[in-house]
């Protein structure tokens, strides 16, 4: 490490993994940081042996990889990282209370673990640690040593649809929640989206974005849920990944977002999260919507729309990020 032969640490990290010597990957991990400090730029071997640590390693490095939370560029948090290979009961007497320690359960909770026994003082997320009845348990991504498999979801076979007048825009909050899906791959990457929300149905709303053509299809509620919260938890094609945990607290947000529940009838924020039961009907009154223009996109894409037939309200998003 005082040479900074990058190459030869990643070697080095590399065979210990395969002997399992976690030892001396915690080893390089420590020593690379402080020999950043030097000036040898070896931060990627630091950040590659945290993440096989959370990763592959018994529960106790991998906590500690956690809770030293530094990486600079891995491929995902390492709270998602160590709770996709590891059940709460093994990370749980190794992780010490705090911030880091609520973000792991959630991350539990997000693939379908019930944790609705836990409480945290500090919890920066605040979502219930039990997946209500109405939320899809997340099926990926795939983490491994060097990569992360997280495709865009297929999105099925769309049918023609008559592509209207445009709505006109109104102010709304859901445009803002809509977009805050997708805000790491406009910030980090480069990505683009704009969102509308207009006094009419779900092809006025997406007539408003200016499409050359219509192609929808109806989707469940927890369909539209899951992609919200895959596409809040993705990094784009360039930005750094958010996690499963925080992909669904963006889905939360904005489905709470777009059915009023985050203000109360004073005008003032209600409070948070808001009770399971009644967003899950609210979301359940909603009419869910995937579209295209007649071509699917490529990279990376969320094209929603959503209507509530109550108010006459609807809403479109349009997300892409072709990472070229």
Known sequence: ???GDLDGLLRLIDEACSAGDWSTVEQVAERSRLAVERGHQVWPAADHSDHRL???APAAF??????RDATRFGIAPLAEVAASD???VDLADHLPDGPLRATVAHERVARG???SSLTFDTDPLGLPLRLATWEPACDGPVIGPYAIEDPVPPTGPLVVADLPDAGTPLVDPGVEALRD???TWSTESDGTSRAVCV????PEAVAALGPSGLRVRRIDPDEALGRMAWAA??????GRRRGAARGRFEAWWCAATLVGLLDDASGDEAPWPPDPDELGDAVGELRWWLWDDGHVPQGWHLQMAVEDPADGLAWALEAVDRGE
């Open 1 to 3: 490490m005082l040479k």
């Open 54 to 56: 959370a990763l592959q």
């Open 62 to 67: 991998s906590a500690r990889a956690v809770c």
């Open 86 to 88: 590891h059940a709460w």
């Open 113 to 115: 673990e019930d944790l």
């Open 181 to 183: 899906l997708v805000r």
């Open 199 to 202: 006094q009419g149905t779900v």
């Open 233 to 238: 938890a993705s990094g784009g094609a360039h």
